[in-house]
């Protein structure tokens, strides 16, 4: 790949979700599989929860639809003169075993999203949480050295891999009722436990110097203190957030999707734990909050584990211009009134996989540097 006359800039280059976008790897369906129950992750079907959820791979017309989509989205991207990368073929159907845990299957690449973020000009890989994903890295891994051979600017940080055995999760959260969900909410306990690092990318949302960090069923206290750490001697400022209402949270960018300097797109069911919105009002940051979905949490795909608020996680190409997807009307109308140019595609399909077009992708250069928003 031979790369733009980037003159100040690097060929990894992201501090925030809006800058114009340059680069960006879009994910794949090529030999996804379905989820495996395991102690962080307890799939069930959407119409008939108590049914077994299937495992291994998944079909090729579902595969298809997915990727369909996917192209689409990189047709889109492409047409709007934005390079676009694409994951390595890996076999998630392989089982995995290591000495603390064994697994049936992996997951997919559809989501890089979950597991890769661009820190300014740093690569870093995420712990990831379950079992399923913990070698989820290597589909991206072929590019991250192209991006680190290629300019010696890059950085590149793999965290600290968490061991994944039994004593690592609190397998009983899943058998929680909500009145104990309801009881719970202001401790921020989930499926992890608080001994080990462990974060998704996911949880994460960058906004100039300062990075949220959603405490999460992804994202443990210890994953805070390491990317606290590990950031903070850089020159950012780590916050971590809460959202009490959501009693299954997993990646933040169904919930807190900062679109532009001053305008945070906000969930009206997940507010910020009290407090937590400060730094935004004191700085006359907009917290707005976005319509209901179209398709309702019963109509989402029966295979879906994640939330009807996917229709909220939109990819910003610009601080003028982002991609909803095309259904998403009450959004896009929000959008346009909130002065953006939006592009629209469809993406239903890839719903199944977990993600949106914000998961389902990972921007890896966009113009800018680093600003200060909360001075
Ligand atoms: N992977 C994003 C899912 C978040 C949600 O279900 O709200």
Redesign the pocket.
């Known amino acids: 790949m031979r790369y733009p006359a980037v003159v100040n800039s690097s060929v990894v280059n992201s501090w925030n979700e809006w800058d114009p976008l340059q680069e960006i790897v879009v994910g794949s369906a090529d030999r996804a599989c379905f989820e495996p129950t395991e102690p962080g992750s307890r799939p069930a079907l959407r119409d008939t929860p108590g049914l077994p959820f299937p495992t291994g791979p998944k079909s090729e017309e579902d595969i298809g639809q997915a990727n369909e989509e996917l192209d689409g989205l990189v047709a889109l991207l492409e047409s709007q003169g934005i390079v676009v990368r694409r994951p390595q073929p890996h076999d998630f159907s392989a089982p995995v075993r290591t000495p603390d845990f064994e697994v049936g299957n992996q997951y997919c690449a559809v989501?890089p999203r979950?597991v890769m973020i661009t820190m300014g000009n740093e690569i870093i890989e995420a712990t990831m949480s379950r079992r399923a994903r913990y070698f989820e890295y290597q589909p991206y891994r072929k590019l991250v050295y192209e991006y680190w051979n290629a300019d010696p600017r890059v950085e590149w940080t793999t965290a600290p891999k968490p061991s994944m055995g039994d004593g690592m999760y609190r397998e009983e959260f899943w058998d929680w009722p909500l009145e104990k969900r309801h009881e719970r909410m202001h401790s921020f306990e989930f499926c992890v436990g608080q001994d080990e690092v462990i974060f998704d990318a996911?949880d994460m949302s960058r906004l100039g110097r300062d990075i949220l960090v959603q405490e999460s069923m992804t994202t443990n206290r210890a994953g805070i203190r390491w990317l606290k750490r590990h950031l903070e001697p850089r020159g950012f400022r780590v916050h971590p957030v809460h959202f009490p209402l959501?009693f299954?949270?997993?990646?933040i960018?169904?919930?807190f999707v900062p679109l532009r300097p001053g305008l945070v797109l906000t969930?009206p069911e997940r507010p910020l734990r009290e407090g937590e919105e400060k730094m935004f009002l004191a700085n006359d940051w907009e917290l707005v909050d976005a319509p209901q979905p179209v398709l309702g949490n019963d109509e989402m795909p029966r295979y879906c584990?994640?939330?009807k608020?996917?229709s909220m996680?939109v990819l910003s190409l610009s601080p003028t211009k982002v991609v909803c997807e095309e259904r998403e009307k009450p959004l896009q109308d929000l959008l346009a009134k909130l002065d953006f140019e939006v592009l629209t595609v469809p993406f239903r399909h890839v719903f199944e996989y977990?993600?949106s077009l914000h998961?389902a992708t990972w921007d890896v250069r966009r113009e800018g540097t680093r600003e200060d928003y909360f001075p």
């Open positions: 989501c979950d996911a959501d299954f949270p997993s990646h960018d169904c919930t969930n584990q994640s939330s608020w996917l996680n977990g993600g998961c």
